[in-house]
């Protein structure tokens, strides 16, 4: 499959993925069960994964979804990401953020640093895609679909520059 002139192979098939997905479901409601659970998917990326996700949730919880927006920091750090669309008071919920793909961790890490000052109960993170190897942020997700090996991969959510979400299965790029 070519992707704005870039060749992609088949990576997790969809079957795979509905596996994890199942999986990640009935750990995360045995876990959550009887606790006030507020899942927060992050736009725009995690759009399918977490639709797949909340099906196999089986215990109550409220589901928001979020955006992760940079903005150029201060310092010259560069991009930091803040979040956005979150408006409800999270004090009372257990937070479980749900991403697509975790890659350098700098997302996810700033994510819960904002989420951490609004006090919820506790905050945990399921990701689909988990590139251990790229990781610069000590995040350390607590239910993972598949750890992937460092390479840039669409569908299921995730773009290459706007294309590729719509797929349902996962794509890599190939290197040779
Ligand atoms: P981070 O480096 O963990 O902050 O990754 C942040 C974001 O980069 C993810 O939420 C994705 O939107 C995007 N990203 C990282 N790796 C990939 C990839 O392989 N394909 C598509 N998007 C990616
Ligand atoms: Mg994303």
Known sequence: MIIHGKAFEPYITHQQLESAVKRLGESISADYNNKPLLILPVLNGSFMFAADLVRHITVACNISFVKASSYQGMQSTGHIKQLIGLNEDI?????????????????VHHLMQDLEERN????????CLF?????????????????????????????????????????KITTN
């Open 91 to 107: 004090s009372q919920y257990h937070v479980l953020i749900v991403e697509d793909i975790i890659d350098t961790g700098e997302t």
């Open 120 to 127: 919820p109960l506790s905050v945990q993170v399921a990701c």
């Open 131 to 171: 590139k251990k190897e790229a990781l610069k942020q000590p995040i350390d997700p607590q239910y993972v679909g598949f750890e992937i090996e460092n390479v840039f991969v669409v569908g299921y959510g995730l773009d290459y520059d706007g294309l590729g979400r719509n797929l349902p299965e996962v794509y």
